[in-house]
Protein backbone atom coordinates (compact mmCIF):
# COMPACT_ATOMS: atom_id res chain seq x y z
CA UNK A 1 0.00 0.00 0.00
CA UNK A 2 2.69 2.13 0.90
CA UNK A 3 4.62 1.76 -2.15
CA UNK A 4 1.64 2.94 -4.27
CA UNK A 5 1.12 6.12 -2.17
CA UNK A 6 4.40 7.02 -2.75
CA UNK A 7 4.14 6.63 -6.50
CA UNK A 8 1.09 8.56 -6.47
CA UNK A 9 2.74 11.75 -4.83
CA UNK A 10 5.05 10.87 -7.87
CA UNK A 11 2.93 10.73 -10.13
CA UNK A 12 1.30 14.24 -8.64
CA UNK A 13 4.96 16.11 -8.61
CA UNK A 14 5.35 15.58 -12.48
CA UNK A 15 2.09 16.38 -13.25
CA UNK A 16 2.70 19.68 -11.38
CA UNK A 17 6.12 20.90 -13.48
CA UNK A 18 4.15 19.12 -16.84
CA UNK A 19 0.66 20.08 -16.58
CA UNK A 20 -0.93 22.62 -19.09
CA UNK A 21 -4.76 22.66 -18.39
CA UNK A 22 -7.29 24.24 -20.95
CA UNK A 23 -10.30 25.31 -20.19
CA UNK A 24 -13.79 24.73 -22.78
CA UNK A 25 -15.99 27.52 -23.47
CA UNK A 26 -18.73 26.44 -20.79
CA UNK A 27 -16.23 26.25 -18.11
CA UNK A 28 -15.33 22.56 -17.75
CA UNK A 29 -11.29 21.66 -17.68
CA UNK A 30 -10.35 19.80 -20.55
CA UNK A 31 -7.40 17.38 -19.01
CA UNK A 32 -4.15 17.28 -21.10
CA UNK A 33 -4.52 13.76 -21.70
CA UNK A 34 -7.23 13.36 -24.20
CA UNK A 35 -9.58 10.53 -25.14
CA UNK A 36 -7.57 9.44 -28.30
CA UNK A 37 -4.05 8.91 -25.68
CA UNK A 38 -6.04 7.43 -22.98
CA UNK A 39 -7.45 4.80 -25.15
CA UNK A 40 -4.60 3.87 -27.42
CA UNK A 41 -2.56 3.27 -23.73
CA UNK A 42 -6.09 1.79 -22.52
CA UNK A 43 -6.15 -0.87 -25.67
CA UNK A 44 -2.17 -1.71 -25.14
CA UNK A 45 -2.40 -2.36 -21.41
CA UNK A 46 -5.55 -4.34 -21.94
CA UNK A 47 -4.16 -6.60 -24.30
CA UNK A 48 -0.90 -6.97 -22.36
CA UNK A 49 -3.18 -7.89 -19.29
CA UNK A 50 -6.29 -9.62 -20.30
CA UNK A 51 -5.50 -12.70 -17.92
CA UNK A 52 -6.10 -9.71 -15.19
CA UNK A 53 -10.04 -9.51 -16.50
CA UNK A 54 -10.33 -12.97 -17.03
CA UNK A 55 -13.43 -14.13 -16.67
CA UNK A 56 -15.91 -14.87 -13.23
CA UNK A 57 -17.56 -17.48 -12.14
CA UNK A 58 -21.28 -17.34 -10.60
CA UNK A 59 -21.60 -19.80 -7.86
CA UNK A 60 -22.76 -23.17 -9.63
CA UNK A 61 -25.20 -23.96 -6.43
CA UNK A 62 -27.21 -20.87 -6.66
CA UNK A 63 -30.29 -20.06 -8.47
CA UNK A 64 -28.56 -16.14 -9.61
CA UNK A 65 -25.85 -14.26 -9.25
CA UNK A 66 -26.03 -10.55 -8.67
CA UNK A 67 -23.64 -7.53 -9.25
CA UNK A 68 -23.66 -4.18 -7.79
CA UNK A 69 -23.15 -0.48 -9.33
CA UNK A 70 -22.30 2.79 -8.06
CA UNK A 71 -21.89 6.25 -9.58
CA UNK A 72 -20.10 9.75 -8.98
CA UNK A 73 -18.16 8.97 -5.70
CA UNK A 74 -15.89 11.77 -5.61
CA UNK A 75 -13.95 10.73 -3.05
CA UNK A 76 -12.06 13.81 -0.83
CA UNK A 77 -10.76 13.41 2.55
CA UNK A 78 -13.87 11.23 3.40
CA UNK A 79 -14.14 7.64 1.68
CA UNK A 80 -17.00 6.83 3.95
CA UNK A 81 -19.27 6.20 1.00
CA UNK A 82 -16.56 4.08 -1.44
CA UNK A 83 -16.64 2.10 2.00
CA UNK A 84 -19.99 1.50 2.54
CA UNK A 85 -20.43 0.61 -1.48
CA UNK A 86 -17.85 -2.58 -1.10
CA UNK A 87 -19.49 -3.29 2.63
CA UNK A 88 -22.60 -3.80 0.79
CA UNK A 89 -21.30 -5.47 -2.10
CA UNK A 90 -19.24 -7.60 -0.08
CA UNK A 91 -21.56 -8.61 2.95
CA UNK A 92 -24.62 -9.27 0.14
CA UNK A 93 -22.25 -11.76 -1.73
CA UNK A 94 -22.21 -9.90 -5.26
CA UNK A 95 -20.22 -11.54 -8.11
CA UNK A 96 -18.12 -7.89 -8.40
CA UNK A 97 -18.75 -3.92 -8.56
CA UNK A 98 -18.67 -1.63 -10.70
CA UNK A 99 -18.27 2.19 -10.43
CA UNK A 100 -19.50 4.47 -13.27
CA UNK A 101 -17.13 7.29 -13.05
CA UNK A 102 -15.72 10.41 -11.14
CA UNK A 103 -14.50 8.33 -8.37
CA UNK A 104 -12.07 10.76 -6.50
CA UNK A 105 -11.41 14.38 -7.36
CA UNK A 106 -7.76 15.00 -8.53
CA UNK A 107 -5.56 15.49 -5.46
CA UNK A 108 -2.79 13.14 -4.39
CA UNK A 109 -4.35 12.92 -1.09
CA UNK A 110 -7.95 12.05 -2.35
CA UNK A 111 -6.30 8.98 -4.04
CA UNK A 112 -4.48 8.15 -1.44
CA UNK A 113 -8.11 8.01 0.40
CA UNK A 114 -9.67 5.51 -2.20
CA UNK A 115 -6.50 3.53 -2.22
CA UNK A 116 -7.11 2.99 1.17
CA UNK A 117 -10.54 2.21 0.72
CA UNK A 118 -10.04 -0.39 -1.95
CA UNK A 119 -7.19 -2.08 0.45
CA UNK A 120 -9.76 -2.23 3.20
CA UNK A 121 -12.09 -4.24 1.08
CA UNK A 122 -9.51 -6.01 -0.04
CA UNK A 123 -8.74 -7.34 4.04
CA UNK A 124 -12.70 -7.66 4.07
CA UNK A 125 -13.20 -9.40 0.75
CA UNK A 126 -10.73 -12.05 2.14
CA UNK A 127 -11.66 -12.65 5.45
CA UNK A 128 -15.39 -13.35 3.71
CA UNK A 129 -14.63 -15.28 1.13
CA UNK A 130 -11.21 -16.90 1.65
CA UNK A 131 -9.77 -19.33 3.74
CA UNK A 132 -7.69 -17.40 6.39
CA UNK A 133 -4.61 -19.45 8.92
CA UNK A 134 -1.62 -18.55 10.13
CA UNK A 135 1.44 -19.95 9.37
CA UNK A 136 5.42 -19.89 9.96
CA UNK A 137 7.83 -19.81 7.37
CA UNK A 138 11.05 -19.52 8.09
CA UNK A 139 10.15 -18.35 12.22
CA UNK A 140 7.63 -15.54 10.85
CA UNK A 141 4.39 -15.66 11.49
CA UNK A 142 2.01 -14.87 8.39
CA UNK A 143 -1.65 -14.36 7.78
CA UNK A 144 -2.19 -17.17 4.63
CA UNK A 145 -5.25 -16.47 2.49
CA UNK A 146 -5.98 -19.18 0.06
CA UNK A 147 -8.93 -18.92 -2.60
CA UNK A 148 -9.68 -22.54 -2.64
CA UNK A 149 -12.14 -21.92 -5.80
CA UNK A 150 -9.06 -21.11 -8.03
CA UNK A 151 -6.04 -22.54 -5.84
CA UNK A 152 -4.05 -19.62 -5.15
CA UNK A 153 -2.91 -18.25 -1.93
CA UNK A 154 -2.16 -14.56 -0.76
CA UNK A 155 0.08 -13.98 2.10
CA UNK A 156 -0.68 -10.04 1.52
CA UNK A 157 -4.18 -8.75 1.18
CA UNK A 158 -3.22 -5.90 -1.04
CA UNK A 159 -2.20 -8.65 -3.67
CA UNK A 160 -6.02 -10.08 -3.50
CA UNK A 161 -7.77 -9.44 -6.90
CA UNK A 162 -11.09 -7.56 -5.76
CA UNK A 163 -13.74 -7.57 -8.50
CA UNK A 164 -14.22 -3.66 -9.02
CA UNK A 165 -14.39 -2.13 -12.33
CA UNK A 166 -14.77 1.35 -12.77
CA UNK A 167 -15.11 3.78 -15.80
CA UNK A 168 -12.86 6.62 -15.94
CA UNK A 169 -15.39 9.77 -15.25
CA UNK A 170 -14.50 13.88 -16.33
CA UNK A 171 -13.62 15.00 -13.03
CA UNK A 172 -10.87 11.74 -12.73
CA UNK A 173 -9.22 13.40 -15.79
CA UNK A 174 -9.25 17.47 -15.15
CA UNK A 175 -6.06 18.76 -13.32
CA UNK A 176 -4.30 15.69 -15.74
CA UNK A 177 -6.02 13.57 -13.21
CA UNK A 178 -5.68 10.44 -15.98
CA UNK A 179 -2.02 9.76 -14.10
CA UNK A 180 -3.92 9.29 -10.61
CA UNK A 181 -6.78 7.16 -12.08
CA UNK A 182 -4.88 5.02 -14.26
CA UNK A 183 -1.95 4.43 -11.69
CA UNK A 184 -4.48 2.73 -9.81
CA UNK A 185 -7.11 1.11 -12.62
CA UNK A 186 -4.53 1.23 -15.85
CA UNK A 187 -7.33 0.74 -18.16
CA UNK A 188 -9.99 3.52 -18.95
CA UNK A 189 -12.07 0.67 -21.46
CA UNK A 190 -12.22 -3.25 -21.28
CA UNK A 191 -14.44 -5.72 -21.31
CA UNK A 192 -14.81 -8.59 -18.56
CA UNK A 193 -17.25 -11.85 -19.23
CA UNK A 194 -19.11 -13.81 -16.43
CA UNK A 195 -19.63 -17.54 -17.05
CA UNK A 196 -23.49 -17.44 -15.82
CA UNK A 197 -24.57 -21.26 -16.10
CA UNK A 198 -23.88 -24.50 -18.08
CA UNK A 199 -26.59 -26.00 -19.50
CA UNK A 200 -27.57 -29.81 -20.21
CA UNK A 201 -26.02 -30.01 -23.59
CA UNK A 202 -22.76 -28.67 -22.16
CA UNK A 203 -23.28 -25.10 -23.55
CA UNK A 204 -21.21 -22.50 -21.65
CA UNK A 205 -23.41 -19.21 -21.22
CA UNK A 206 -21.81 -16.16 -21.21
CA UNK A 207 -22.67 -12.69 -19.49
CA UNK A 208 -20.26 -10.14 -21.34
CA UNK A 209 -19.62 -6.65 -19.39
CA UNK A 210 -18.70 -3.68 -21.27
CA UNK A 211 -16.79 -0.62 -19.76
CA UNK A 212 -16.17 2.27 -22.36
CA UNK A 213 -14.04 5.63 -22.05
CA UNK A 214 -16.50 8.86 -22.13
CA UNK A 215 -15.03 10.63 -19.47
CA UNK A 216 -14.56 13.54 -22.45
CA UNK A 217 -18.38 13.53 -23.67
CA UNK A 218 -16.75 11.51 -26.64
CA UNK A 219 -15.53 8.01 -27.67
CA UNK A 220 -12.89 9.43 -30.18
CA UNK A 221 -11.77 8.13 -33.05
CA UNK A 222 -9.57 5.64 -31.87
CA UNK A 223 -12.22 3.95 -29.76
CA UNK A 224 -15.17 4.45 -32.62
CA UNK A 225 -12.33 2.68 -34.88
CA UNK A 226 -11.63 -0.15 -32.23
CA UNK A 227 -15.11 -1.12 -31.51
CA UNK A 228 -15.86 -1.38 -35.44
CA UNK A 229 -13.15 -3.97 -35.45
CA UNK A 230 -14.92 -5.50 -33.50
CA UNK A 231 -13.00 -5.02 -30.08
CA UNK A 232 -16.43 -5.52 -28.01
CA UNK A 233 -18.19 -8.26 -30.01
CA UNK A 234 -18.56 -11.45 -28.26
CA UNK A 235 -15.56 -13.74 -28.66
CA UNK A 236 -17.70 -16.95 -27.80
CA UNK A 237 -19.46 -19.10 -30.80
CA UNK A 238 -22.75 -21.08 -30.27
CA UNK A 239 -20.69 -23.36 -32.95
CA UNK A 240 -18.08 -24.22 -30.43
CA UNK A 241 -20.38 -24.61 -27.54
CA UNK A 242 -19.96 -20.88 -25.82
CA UNK A 243 -22.50 -18.61 -25.74
CA UNK A 244 -23.21 -15.15 -24.81
CA UNK A 245 -26.54 -14.35 -22.85
CA UNK A 246 -26.61 -11.16 -21.26
CA UNK A 247 -24.70 -8.09 -22.64
CA UNK A 248 -23.78 -4.79 -20.02
CA UNK A 249 -22.68 -1.85 -20.47
CA UNK A 250 -21.06 0.97 -18.64
CA UNK A 251 -20.46 4.54 -19.54
CA UNK A 252 -19.85 7.70 -17.62
CA UNK A 253 -21.53 10.14 -19.89
CA UNK A 254 -25.27 9.92 -19.80
CA UNK A 255 -27.59 9.36 -23.12
CA UNK A 256 -30.51 10.67 -21.37
CA UNK A 257 -31.92 13.43 -19.67
CA UNK A 258 -33.41 13.11 -16.09
CA UNK A 259 -34.83 16.43 -16.13
CA UNK A 260 -35.83 19.12 -19.25
CA UNK A 261 -33.02 21.38 -16.94
CA UNK A 262 -30.71 18.62 -16.74
CA UNK A 263 -27.64 18.93 -18.95
CA UNK A 264 -28.27 16.37 -21.31
CA UNK A 265 -25.52 14.25 -22.72
CA UNK A 266 -21.83 15.61 -24.48
CA UNK A 267 -22.01 13.18 -27.36
CA UNK A 268 -22.51 14.22 -30.48
CA UNK A 269 -25.42 13.40 -32.15
CA UNK A 270 -23.64 10.86 -34.49
CA UNK A 271 -21.98 9.41 -31.67
CA UNK A 272 -25.01 9.09 -29.92
CA UNK A 273 -26.59 7.06 -32.91
CA UNK A 274 -23.58 4.88 -33.10
CA UNK A 275 -23.88 4.19 -29.70
CA UNK A 276 -27.41 3.50 -29.47
CA UNK A 277 -27.41 1.38 -32.73
CA UNK A 278 -24.12 -0.94 -31.30
CA UNK A 279 -26.31 -1.36 -28.32
CA UNK A 280 -28.37 -3.22 -30.54
CA UNK A 281 -26.49 -5.03 -32.42
CA UNK A 282 -24.77 -6.35 -29.04
CA UNK A 283 -28.25 -7.01 -28.34
CA UNK A 284 -27.38 -5.19 -24.81
CA UNK A 285 -29.76 -5.88 -22.12
CA UNK A 286 -28.89 -2.92 -19.88
CA UNK A 287 -26.80 -0.16 -20.24
CA UNK A 288 -25.24 2.02 -16.89
CA UNK A 289 -25.03 6.13 -17.11
CA UNK A 290 -23.47 8.36 -14.24
CA UNK A 291 -22.53 11.82 -14.61
CA UNK A 292 -25.64 13.85 -14.03
CA UNK A 293 -26.10 13.07 -10.35
CA UNK A 294 -30.01 12.21 -10.75
CA UNK A 295 -31.61 9.21 -11.30
CA UNK A 296 -33.80 8.23 -14.31
CA UNK A 297 -34.84 5.27 -15.77
CA UNK A 298 -35.61 4.53 -20.04
CA UNK A 299 -36.34 1.77 -21.70
CA UNK A 300 -35.76 1.88 -25.76
CA UNK A 301 -36.06 -0.51 -27.73
CA UNK A 302 -35.50 -3.18 -25.42
CA UNK A 303 -33.03 -2.09 -23.62
CA UNK A 304 -33.04 -0.63 -19.86
CA UNK A 305 -31.39 2.59 -19.31
CA UNK A 306 -30.11 3.57 -15.85
CA UNK A 307 -29.10 6.85 -14.96
CA UNK A 308 -27.42 6.27 -11.43
CA UNK A 309 -27.58 9.32 -8.86
CA UNK A 310 -24.43 10.28 -7.14
CA UNK A 311 -23.45 8.28 -4.27
CA UNK A 312 -21.08 10.95 -3.05
CA UNK A 313 -22.11 12.06 0.75
CA UNK A 314 -21.09 16.44 -0.49
CA UNK A 315 -23.87 15.77 -3.28
CA UNK A 316 -26.03 13.87 -1.08
CA UNK A 317 -25.43 14.12 2.41
CA UNK A 318 -28.98 12.42 3.25
CA UNK A 319 -28.76 8.45 3.30
CA UNK A 320 -31.06 7.18 -0.06
CA UNK A 321 -31.00 4.27 -2.92
CA UNK A 322 -27.70 5.22 -4.54
CA UNK A 323 -26.49 2.04 -5.82
CA UNK A 324 -28.18 -0.81 -7.73
CA UNK A 325 -28.18 -4.33 -7.62
CA UNK A 326 -28.82 -6.31 -10.85
CA UNK A 327 -29.82 -9.93 -9.93
CA UNK A 328 -28.96 -12.67 -13.41
CA UNK A 329 -30.68 -15.56 -12.72
CA UNK A 330 -30.11 -19.15 -14.26
CA UNK A 331 -33.07 -19.12 -16.53
CA UNK A 332 -31.66 -16.02 -18.30
CA UNK A 333 -34.68 -13.49 -16.59
CA UNK A 334 -33.04 -9.97 -14.87
CA UNK A 335 -34.30 -8.29 -11.82
CA UNK A 336 -32.80 -4.80 -10.33
CA UNK A 337 -33.44 -2.94 -7.42
CA UNK A 338 -32.12 0.41 -5.62
CA UNK A 339 -29.89 -0.19 -2.83
CA UNK A 340 -29.91 2.22 0.12
CA UNK A 341 -27.12 3.69 1.69
CA UNK A 342 -26.88 4.72 4.89
CA UNK A 343 -23.29 6.57 5.72
CA UNK A 344 -23.14 10.21 6.97
CA UNK A 345 -20.01 12.50 6.94
CA UNK A 346 -18.81 12.30 10.73
CA UNK A 347 -18.79 15.96 11.84
Known amino acids: MKKLQY ?6 AAILFTSCEKVSPIGVLVAGTGVEDRVKMSNIYFKQHIMDYKDLTAPEDADEYTFLVGADSHVTDDAGRMDEMF ?3 IEGKDLLYAHLGDIADTKAEYYINLDNSIQRAKEMYADKFYKKEVVEV ?31 GNHDITHNGWALWSSLFHSSF ?12 DTYLYDHFIFLDTASGT ?34 TNIFRPRAVEFASTFAREEMFFL ?72
Open 219 to 252: LGREQVELIEQGVFDSMYDQEIGMKTRHTFIFSH
Open 138 to 168: EGIMYTKYTDTLNNKVYFDTEDVPLPFFPVV
Open 276 to 347: LDKFAEWNASMVFLGHVHKWDYEKVSGVEYLTLDSMCEANNPNPGDYLVRVHCKKDGTITWERVRMNYTKKR
Open 87 to 89: SIG
Open 7 to 12: TLLAVV
Open 190 to 201: YEVYVLADITSD
